[in-house]
């Protein structure tokens, strides 16, 4: 009894946020090695078909890195990357194409066996990002693409029959060639387009720390400012960056918040939405100071 009595407490606490966030857009990017664990990506989109029937929109952006490493060491192929982006001959991108169509599948799949619906697409079909050759890297990094413009027609009646769109991002140039694009940046640049009101990016660490080895030092919200002095100071580095930098662009696009937490935490993404504390980093245009960021 002690234990009914309990989920209901915790079903009425969550109450509040269902109906604050009821028939909103959130953007969910997940990648890394957690989508390689079953077990982490199975805890994942449950959180998602919750999200779902509670009558979010919500919508799954992924990479898939890891995955994408194996498969091109079956084909005996090195991955390179250069100022952080994977180099892309045409080989390279035929199997990044591959890897992350099978890998949307089984998500799709996945989801469906859990009781919700769900359509896999990539940025490339019906021209969802129409992307253009990066520029300003060292060197020529192949058939690596920055987005160009977004039509979100598909997406858009998609979400409003509730059926959860499940995206990879390899998208189609001007001229039909294909573009391997950054993950962040296609959920970014899909979170302004549908006018979000949320952007969650799901990595390996809890979120912006000041000390990346102290979890004491975990920085609960920003502002738009904080991340900017985080960013010059080099408090923000390495894979940490092209996130945040990610999560920044969607707030100057008018996505309300966009929240960079730990994915391998089971159900993070309910605790961040459903907890007034949360877990991870919030990061918000305009905010008050506290504690965490006197000093800045």
Same mark, same amino acid.
Do not use: W
């Given at each position: 009894?002690?234990?009914?009595?309990?989920?209901?407490?915790?079903?009425?606490?969550?109450?509040?946020?269902?109906?604050? %966030?009821?028939?909103?857009?959130?953007?969910?990017?997940?990648?890394?090695?957690?989508?390689?664990?079953?077990?982490?990506?199975?805890?994942?989109?449950?959180?998602?078909?919750?999200?779902?029937?509670?009558?979010?929109?919500?919508?799954?952006?992924?990479?898939?890195?890891? %995955?994408?490493?194996?498969?091109?060491?079956?084909?005996?192929?090195?991955?390179?990357?250069?100022?952080?982006?994977?180099?892309?001959?045409?080989?390279?991108?035929?199997?990044?194409?591959?890897?992350?169509?099978?890998?949307?599948?089984?998500?799709?799949?996945?989801?469906?066996?859990?009781?919700?619906?769900? %359509?896999?697409?990539?940025?490339?079909?019906?021209?969802?990002?129409?992307?253009?050759?990066?520029?300003?890297?060292?060197?020529?990094?192949?058939?690596?693409?920055?987005?160009?413009?977004?039509?979100?027609?598909?997406?858009?009646?998609?979400?409003?029959?509730?059926?959860?769109?499940?995206?990879?991002?390899?998208?189609?140039?001007?001229?039909?060639?294909?573009?391997?694009?950054?993950?962040?940046?296609?959920?970014?640049? !899909?979170?302004?387009?549908?006018? *979000?009101?949320?952007?969650?990016?799901?990595?390996?660490?809890?979120?912006?720390?000041?000390?990346?080895?102290?979890?004491?030092?975990?920085?609960?919200?920003?502002?738009?400012?904080?991340?900017?002095?985080?960013?010059?100071?080099?408090?923000?580095?390495?894979?940490?960056?092209?996130?945040?930098?990610?999560?920044?662009? *969607?707030?100057?696009?008018?996505?309300?918040?966009?929240?960079?937490?730990?994915?391998?935490?089971?159900?993070?993404?309910?605790?961040?939405? %459903?907890?007034?504390?949360?877990?991870?980093?919030?990061?918000?245009?305009?905010?008050?100071?506290?504690?965490?960021?006197?000093? !800045?």
């Amino acid at each position: 009894m002690e234990e009914a009595i309990r989920k209901s407490q915790v079903l009425i606490e969550a109450l509040p946020y269902i109906k604050k %966030f009821f028939g909103k857009v959130f953007i969910i990017k997940f990648g890394g090695s957690a989508l390689s664990d079953e077990k982490i990506r199975h805890s994942v989109l449950e959180d998602i078909m919750f999200m779902n029937y509670a009558g979010m929109k919500p919508v799954l952006v992924h990479g898939g890195g890891p %995955f994408i490493n194996e498969k091109l060491k079956e084909a005996k192929k090195k991955p390179r990357f250069v100022d952080g982006l994977r180099v892309t001959d045409k080989k390279t991108l035929e199997i990044v194409d591959s890897a992350l169509t099978e890998l949307n599948r089984t998500m799709v799949e996945e989801i469906k066996k859990m009781g919700a619906e769900a %359509f896999g697409l990539s940025c490339k079909e019906n021209r969802l990002i129409v992307a253009k050759k990066i520029q300003g890297t060292s060197e020529d990094v192949g058939f690596v693409g920055q987005v160009e413009s977004v039509d979100t027609t598909v997406l858009t009646r998609l979400i409003n029959t509730n059926i959860i769109p499940v995206v990879s991002p390899v998208a189609m140039g001007e001229n039909g060639e294909l573009y391997n694009i950054n993950a962040d940046e296609a959920a970014s640049h !899909l979170a302004m387009a549908l006018k *979000a009101d949320k952007l969650f990016v799901l990595t390996n660490v809890r979120g912006i720390m000041k000390d990346k080895d102290d979890l004491g030092t975990l920085y609960g919200s920003l502002s738009l400012s904080d991340v900017k002095t985080l960013l010059d100071k080099k408090i923000v580095e390495s894979g940490m960056i092209p996130k945040t930098k990610a999560c920044m662009s *969607a707030l100057e696009g008018k996505v309300k918040k966009a929240h960079i937490i730990d994915g391998n935490l089971p159900h993070a993404l309910l605790l961040e939405i %459903f907890t007034d504390k949360g877990i991870g980093t919030e990061i918000i245009k305009l905010g008050r100071r506290t504690k965490a960021t006197e000093g !800045l």
